[in-house]
DNA sequence: AAATCGGGGCC
DNA sequence: GGCCCAGATTT
Protein backbone atom coordinates (compact mmCIF):
# COMPACT_ATOMS: atom_id res chain seq x y z
CA UNK A 1 0.00 0.00 0.00
CA UNK A 2 3.22 2.49 0.27
CA UNK A 3 4.09 1.14 -3.14
CA UNK A 4 0.46 1.62 -4.59
CA UNK A 5 0.80 5.25 -2.77
CA UNK A 6 4.09 6.75 -3.32
CA UNK A 7 5.34 4.87 -7.11
CA UNK A 8 7.04 7.10 -8.88
CA UNK A 9 5.01 7.32 -12.55
CA UNK A 10 8.16 5.97 -14.61
CA UNK A 11 7.74 5.42 -18.21
CA UNK A 12 7.64 1.78 -18.27
CA UNK A 13 5.11 1.41 -15.71
CA UNK A 14 2.62 2.99 -18.02
CA UNK A 15 1.61 -0.58 -19.28
CA UNK A 16 2.63 -4.53 -18.19
CA UNK A 17 4.32 -4.71 -21.75
CA UNK A 18 6.94 -6.94 -21.46
CA UNK A 19 8.79 -5.79 -24.35
CA UNK A 20 8.93 -2.20 -22.45
CA UNK A 21 10.00 -3.44 -19.11
CA UNK A 22 12.70 -5.68 -20.06
CA UNK A 23 14.36 -2.87 -22.01
CA UNK A 24 14.07 -0.73 -19.16
CA UNK A 25 15.21 -3.44 -16.50
CA UNK A 26 18.36 -3.90 -18.87
CA UNK A 27 18.95 -0.04 -19.07
CA UNK A 28 18.50 0.15 -15.17
CA UNK A 29 21.54 -2.32 -15.20
CA UNK A 30 24.26 -0.49 -13.12
CA UNK A 31 22.52 2.79 -13.90
CA UNK A 32 20.32 5.10 -11.96
CA UNK A 33 16.79 5.90 -13.33
CA UNK A 34 17.46 9.54 -13.70
CA UNK A 35 19.83 8.77 -16.22
CA UNK A 36 17.77 5.80 -17.61
CA UNK A 37 14.73 7.78 -18.51
CA UNK A 38 15.73 9.72 -21.83
CA UNK A 39 17.70 6.85 -23.32
CA UNK A 40 14.41 4.98 -22.59
CA UNK A 41 12.11 7.04 -24.22
CA UNK A 42 14.02 7.52 -27.20
CA UNK A 43 14.67 3.25 -27.34
CA UNK A 44 10.96 2.62 -27.15
CA UNK A 45 10.42 5.05 -29.71
CA UNK A 46 12.97 3.88 -32.40
CA UNK A 47 12.26 0.26 -31.56
CA UNK A 48 8.42 -0.23 -30.56
CA UNK A 49 8.21 -3.79 -30.09
CA UNK A 50 10.46 -6.88 -30.32
CA UNK A 51 10.10 -7.54 -33.93
CA UNK A 52 11.21 -4.23 -34.53
CA UNK A 53 14.27 -4.28 -32.64
CA UNK A 54 15.15 -7.65 -33.52
CA UNK A 55 15.57 -6.44 -37.21
CA UNK A 56 17.47 -3.14 -36.06
CA UNK A 57 20.76 -2.67 -36.91
CA UNK A 58 23.71 -3.34 -34.36
CA UNK A 59 25.50 -0.10 -35.12
CA UNK A 60 22.25 1.95 -34.85
CA UNK A 61 21.32 0.41 -31.49
CA UNK A 62 24.64 1.06 -30.35
CA UNK A 63 24.38 4.47 -31.29
CA UNK A 64 21.20 5.04 -29.07
CA UNK A 65 22.91 3.31 -26.37
CA UNK A 66 25.76 6.24 -26.58
CA UNK A 67 26.58 7.42 -22.61
CA UNK A 68 24.85 4.49 -21.00
CA UNK A 69 27.62 2.09 -20.90
CA UNK A 70 28.42 -1.13 -20.29
CA UNK A 71 27.46 -1.95 -24.45
CA UNK A 72 27.39 -5.19 -23.69
CA UNK A 73 24.05 -4.97 -22.84
CA UNK A 74 23.16 -3.48 -26.49
CA UNK A 75 24.30 -6.14 -27.89
CA UNK A 76 22.80 -9.11 -26.23
CA UNK A 77 19.83 -6.95 -26.07
CA UNK A 78 19.42 -7.74 -30.01
CA UNK A 79 20.85 -11.09 -29.65
CA UNK A 80 18.01 -12.00 -27.62
CA UNK A 81 15.79 -10.01 -29.61
CA UNK A 82 16.93 -12.20 -32.67
CA UNK A 83 16.58 -15.30 -30.71
CA UNK A 84 12.95 -14.90 -29.60
CA UNK A 85 12.03 -14.02 -33.32
CA UNK A 86 13.54 -16.98 -34.61
CA UNK A 87 12.07 -19.22 -32.26
CA UNK A 88 8.90 -17.52 -32.81
CA UNK A 89 7.82 -15.50 -30.14
CA UNK A 90 6.79 -11.72 -30.40
CA UNK A 91 7.07 -10.67 -27.10
CA UNK A 92 8.83 -11.93 -24.07
CA UNK A 93 7.27 -15.18 -23.20
CA UNK A 94 5.90 -16.34 -19.37
CA UNK A 95 8.54 -18.82 -19.28
CA UNK A 96 12.05 -18.87 -16.93
CA UNK A 97 13.83 -21.36 -18.08
CA UNK A 98 13.36 -20.11 -21.81
CA UNK A 99 13.91 -16.37 -20.46
CA UNK A 100 16.87 -17.55 -18.46
CA UNK A 101 18.93 -18.94 -21.44
CA UNK A 102 18.13 -15.66 -23.17
CA UNK A 103 21.89 -13.60 -23.61
CA UNK A 104 22.19 -10.71 -20.98
CA UNK A 105 19.64 -12.39 -19.03
CA UNK A 106 20.81 -12.84 -15.39
CA UNK A 107 18.57 -14.44 -12.23
CA UNK A 108 17.75 -10.68 -11.70
CA UNK A 109 16.70 -9.66 -14.83
CA UNK A 110 14.57 -12.86 -15.56
CA UNK A 111 13.04 -12.13 -12.09
CA UNK A 112 12.29 -8.62 -12.81
CA UNK A 113 11.09 -8.89 -16.18
CA UNK A 114 8.64 -11.79 -15.84
CA UNK A 115 7.25 -10.97 -12.16
CA UNK A 116 6.36 -6.95 -13.25
CA UNK A 117 5.18 -8.08 -16.80
CA UNK A 118 2.93 -11.42 -15.69
CA UNK A 119 3.10 -11.49 -11.73
CA UNK A 120 5.69 -14.51 -12.01
CA UNK A 121 6.62 -15.17 -8.41
CA UNK A 122 9.40 -14.70 -8.55
CA UNK A 123 12.04 -12.83 -6.09
CA UNK A 124 14.44 -9.93 -7.48
CA UNK A 125 17.66 -8.49 -5.54
CA UNK A 126 19.63 -5.73 -6.36
CA UNK A 127 21.12 -2.74 -5.32
CA UNK A 128 17.89 -1.22 -3.51
CA UNK A 129 16.41 -4.08 -2.16
CA UNK A 130 19.93 -5.62 -0.95
CA UNK A 131 20.63 -2.53 1.16
CA UNK A 132 16.73 -1.87 2.65
CA UNK A 133 17.19 -6.01 3.52
CA UNK A 134 20.18 -5.77 5.31
CA UNK A 135 18.90 -2.93 7.47
CA UNK A 136 15.55 -4.84 7.92
CA UNK A 137 17.18 -7.69 9.08
CA UNK A 138 20.50 -6.70 10.75
CA UNK A 139 22.67 -8.37 8.20
CA UNK A 140 26.17 -7.55 9.24
CA UNK A 141 29.01 -7.46 6.92
CA UNK A 142 29.85 -6.97 3.34
CA UNK A 143 26.57 -7.97 1.07
CA UNK A 144 28.89 -8.88 -1.82
CA UNK A 145 30.05 -11.77 -0.06
CA UNK A 146 28.68 -15.44 -1.23
CA UNK A 147 26.69 -16.31 1.67
CA UNK A 148 25.31 -12.71 2.20
CA UNK A 149 23.91 -13.08 -1.27
CA UNK A 150 22.20 -16.21 -0.29
CA UNK A 151 20.68 -14.86 3.02
CA UNK A 152 19.23 -12.19 0.71
CA UNK A 153 17.96 -14.19 -2.09
CA UNK A 154 16.68 -16.53 0.11
CA UNK A 155 14.84 -13.42 1.90
CA UNK A 156 13.88 -12.32 -1.03
CA UNK A 157 12.50 -15.39 -2.07
CA UNK A 158 10.46 -15.70 1.72
CA UNK A 159 9.14 -12.44 1.82
CA UNK A 160 7.39 -12.53 -1.44
CA UNK A 161 3.56 -12.76 -1.61
CA UNK A 162 1.55 -15.10 -3.38
CA UNK A 163 -0.07 -12.93 -5.90
CA UNK A 164 1.20 -9.26 -6.92
CA UNK A 165 4.48 -10.77 -6.56
CA UNK A 166 5.59 -7.91 -9.64
CA UNK A 167 4.84 -5.04 -7.36
CA UNK A 168 5.91 -6.32 -4.04
CA UNK A 169 9.23 -6.24 -5.98
CA UNK A 170 9.24 -2.83 -7.28
CA UNK A 171 7.71 -1.75 -3.91
CA UNK A 172 11.52 -3.50 -2.53
CA UNK A 173 13.30 -1.32 -5.18
CA UNK A 174 11.14 1.79 -4.87
CA UNK A 175 11.06 1.96 -0.63
CA UNK A 176 15.03 1.15 -1.23
CA UNK A 177 15.58 3.93 -3.61
CA UNK A 178 13.14 6.73 -2.13
CA UNK A 179 13.40 5.93 2.21
CA UNK A 180 16.31 3.15 2.21
CA UNK A 181 18.41 5.61 0.86
CA UNK A 182 22.30 5.04 0.97
CA UNK A 183 23.01 7.71 3.13
CA UNK A 184 20.28 9.92 5.48
CA UNK A 185 18.02 7.13 5.31
CA UNK A 186 14.42 8.86 6.18
CA UNK A 187 13.56 6.40 8.71
CA UNK A 188 10.60 8.83 10.15
CA UNK A 189 8.50 8.10 6.96
CA UNK A 190 9.45 3.98 6.42
CA UNK A 191 6.32 2.10 6.92
CA UNK A 192 9.11 -0.16 8.08
CA UNK A 193 10.43 1.18 10.90
CA UNK A 194 9.06 -0.90 13.83
CA UNK A 195 10.62 -3.69 12.47
CA UNK A 196 13.77 -2.36 10.98
CA UNK A 197 16.55 -4.00 12.86
CA UNK A 198 19.10 -1.00 11.77
CA UNK A 199 16.34 1.33 12.95
CA UNK A 200 15.53 0.60 16.48
CA UNK A 201 19.26 0.00 17.05
CA UNK A 202 20.67 3.53 15.25
CA UNK A 203 22.65 1.48 13.14
CA UNK A 204 21.38 2.43 9.69
CA UNK A 205 24.78 4.26 9.00
CA UNK A 206 26.61 0.97 9.36
CA UNK A 207 24.42 -1.78 7.19
CA UNK A 208 24.84 -2.40 4.82
CA UNK A 209 28.55 -2.68 5.31
CA UNK A 210 30.69 -1.42 2.14
CA UNK A 211 33.93 -3.56 1.33
CA UNK A 212 37.21 -1.51 1.80
CA UNK A 213 38.56 -1.09 -1.60
CA UNK A 214 42.09 -1.97 -2.14
CA UNK A 215 44.49 0.86 -1.28
CA UNK A 216 45.58 2.25 -4.33
CA UNK A 217 48.57 4.33 -5.81
CA UNK A 218 47.95 7.63 -7.69
CA UNK A 219 48.80 7.65 -10.87
CA UNK A 220 49.75 10.58 -12.77
CA UNK A 221 49.65 8.93 -16.31
CA UNK A 222 50.48 5.08 -17.48
CA UNK A 223 51.82 3.33 -19.95
CA UNK A 224 51.88 0.07 -21.54
CA UNK A 225 54.62 -2.49 -22.99
CA UNK A 226 54.07 -5.03 -24.96
CA UNK A 227 56.67 -7.21 -26.08
CA UNK A 228 56.77 -10.22 -28.76
CA UNK A 229 59.95 -12.25 -28.68
CA UNK A 230 62.27 -9.64 -29.00
CA UNK A 231 60.23 -7.08 -30.36
CA UNK A 232 59.10 -4.50 -27.78
CA UNK A 233 56.50 -1.32 -28.18
CA UNK A 234 55.55 1.06 -25.56
CA UNK A 235 52.31 2.67 -25.72
CA UNK A 236 51.05 5.33 -23.88
CA UNK A 237 47.36 4.93 -22.01
CA UNK A 238 44.70 6.53 -24.12
CA UNK A 239 42.79 9.49 -22.45
CA UNK A 240 39.58 7.40 -22.38
CA UNK A 241 39.17 3.48 -21.77
CA UNK A 242 41.01 1.04 -19.23
CA UNK A 243 42.98 -1.67 -18.01
CA UNK A 244 42.69 -4.04 -21.14
CA UNK A 245 43.88 -4.97 -23.97
CA UNK A 246 41.57 -2.21 -25.76
CA UNK A 247 42.51 1.04 -26.32
CA UNK A 248 40.76 3.93 -27.80
CA UNK A 249 41.54 7.05 -30.75
CA UNK A 250 39.89 10.12 -31.96
CA UNK A 251 38.91 9.44 -35.19
CA UNK A 252 41.35 11.69 -38.03
CA UNK A 253 44.50 11.87 -38.20
CA UNK A 254 46.52 11.60 -34.95
CA UNK A 255 49.54 14.76 -34.55
CA UNK A 256 52.48 12.50 -36.92
CA UNK A 257 49.73 12.64 -39.70
CA UNK A 258 48.69 9.51 -40.13
CA UNK A 259 45.26 8.19 -39.84
CA UNK A 260 44.67 6.07 -36.53
CA UNK A 261 43.45 3.29 -38.79
CA UNK A 262 46.70 3.49 -40.29
CA UNK A 263 48.79 3.75 -36.21
CA UNK A 264 46.88 0.52 -35.33
CA UNK A 265 48.07 -0.92 -38.61
CA UNK A 266 51.46 0.02 -37.36
CA UNK A 267 51.21 -0.92 -34.14
CA UNK A 268 50.47 -4.51 -35.78
CA UNK A 269 54.03 -4.70 -37.64
CA UNK A 270 56.01 -3.52 -35.06
CA UNK A 271 55.10 -6.03 -32.90
CA UNK A 272 55.28 -8.75 -36.17
CA UNK A 273 51.81 -9.67 -35.84
CA UNK A 274 49.93 -11.35 -38.64
CA UNK A 275 46.96 -13.99 -37.59
CA UNK A 276 47.80 -13.82 -34.06
CA UNK A 277 45.87 -10.15 -33.53
CA UNK A 278 42.16 -9.81 -34.41
CA UNK A 279 41.00 -6.12 -34.54
CA UNK A 280 37.99 -5.40 -33.85
CA UNK A 281 36.36 -1.80 -34.52
CA UNK A 282 33.46 -0.24 -33.37
CA UNK A 283 32.48 3.49 -33.31
CA UNK A 284 30.97 4.25 -30.16
CA UNK A 285 30.50 7.91 -30.01
CA UNK A 286 31.17 9.95 -33.43
CA UNK A 287 34.27 10.89 -31.68
CA UNK A 288 35.99 7.78 -30.83
CA UNK A 289 37.34 4.85 -32.52
CA UNK A 290 37.69 1.59 -30.05
CA UNK A 291 40.03 -1.02 -31.70
CA UNK A 292 39.86 -4.06 -29.24
CA UNK A 293 43.10 -6.03 -30.03
CA UNK A 294 43.42 -9.56 -29.15
CA UNK A 295 46.85 -10.34 -28.01
CA UNK A 296 47.20 -13.93 -27.96
CA UNK A 297 50.75 -15.02 -26.61
CA UNK A 298 51.81 -11.35 -26.00
CA UNK A 299 53.13 -10.43 -23.05
CA UNK A 300 52.06 -7.28 -21.35
CA UNK A 301 53.20 -4.26 -18.34
CA UNK A 302 51.64 -1.34 -17.04
CA UNK A 303 53.69 1.27 -15.91
CA UNK A 304 53.87 4.87 -14.73
CA UNK A 305 55.68 7.39 -16.31
CA UNK A 306 54.99 10.44 -18.00
CA UNK A 307 54.70 10.39 -22.30
CA UNK A 308 53.88 12.85 -24.47
CA UNK A 309 53.24 10.71 -27.95
CA UNK A 310 50.46 7.86 -28.65
CA UNK A 311 52.92 5.58 -30.52
CA UNK A 312 56.43 4.81 -29.49
CA UNK A 313 57.14 1.82 -31.57
CA UNK A 314 60.56 -0.02 -30.30
CA UNK A 315 61.37 1.64 -27.43
CA UNK A 316 63.21 -1.03 -25.13
CA UNK A 317 64.17 1.32 -22.44
CA UNK A 318 61.56 1.46 -19.91
CA UNK A 319 62.43 0.22 -16.83
CA UNK A 320 59.64 -2.20 -15.01
CA UNK A 321 61.02 -1.16 -11.87
CA UNK A 322 58.12 2.09 -12.59
CA UNK A 323 55.88 -0.91 -11.97
CA UNK A 324 55.67 -0.18 -7.88
CA UNK A 325 52.91 0.32 -6.41
CA UNK A 326 50.37 0.25 -8.39
CA UNK A 327 47.68 -2.74 -7.17
CA UNK A 328 47.60 -4.60 -11.15
CA UNK A 329 44.89 -6.75 -11.21
CA UNK A 330 45.44 -10.36 -11.04
CA UNK A 331 46.18 -10.74 -14.74
CA UNK A 332 47.97 -8.19 -15.43
CA UNK A 333 50.38 -8.99 -12.53
CA UNK A 334 50.88 -12.41 -13.91
CA UNK A 335 51.50 -10.67 -17.34
CA UNK A 336 53.91 -8.18 -15.66
CA UNK A 337 56.01 -11.02 -13.99
CA UNK A 338 55.98 -12.82 -17.27
CA UNK A 339 57.22 -9.83 -18.58
CA UNK A 340 60.21 -9.91 -16.37
CA UNK A 341 63.52 -8.04 -17.48
CA UNK A 342 62.95 -8.65 -20.94
CA UNK A 343 62.28 -4.56 -21.25
CA UNK A 344 65.71 -4.06 -19.25
CA UNK A 345 67.36 -1.61 -21.29
CA UNK A 346 70.73 0.75 -21.63
C1' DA B 1 35.57 -16.23 -6.26
C1' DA B 2 37.45 -12.72 -8.96
C1' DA B 3 37.82 -9.86 -12.99
C1' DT B 4 35.75 -7.27 -16.58
C1' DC B 5 32.62 -4.12 -18.71
C1' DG B 6 31.41 2.39 -18.30
C1' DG B 7 29.39 6.38 -17.80
C1' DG B 8 26.91 9.61 -14.89
C1' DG B 9 25.43 11.34 -10.29
C1' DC B 10 26.49 12.67 -5.86
C1' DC B 11 28.92 14.06 -1.48
C1' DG C 1 38.15 12.15 -5.94
C1' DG C 2 35.94 8.21 -4.17
C1' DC C 3 31.78 5.73 -3.98
C1' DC C 4 27.38 4.21 -5.86
C1' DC C 5 24.10 2.67 -9.31
C1' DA C 6 16.99 -2.04 -11.10
C1' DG C 7 23.98 -6.93 -13.10
C1' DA C 8 25.73 -10.34 -16.54
C1' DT C 9 29.36 -12.95 -18.26
C1' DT C 10 33.70 -15.12 -18.37
C1' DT C 11 37.56 -17.42 -16.37
Redesign the pocket.
Known sequence: MWFELRARP?PWRENRDAYRIWI??VM????????VIPYFHRFVERYRSLLELADADEHEVLQLWE??????RAR?LLKAAGQLRDAGFDTIPNDEDLVRAL????????N?VLSQAYDARLPIL???ST?LLCRLFGIDGDPKI?ANQRRLWHLAELLLPRNKSGAFN?SL??L??LVCK??APACSECPLKRRCVACLQGRQAEIPQ?SK?AA?T?LSEVAVVITNGDRVLLVQRPP?G???N?WEFPHGPNSDGETHELAAARLLEVLGIRGAVETEITT?RHSVTRYRITLTGLHIAYLNGTLDSTLYPNHAWVQLAELTNYPL????RRLAEALGGACHGP
Open positions: LSELQQTQVATGLGYYRDPGFGRYTTAEANRTQMEGAPTHSMKIRWALLSAPQ
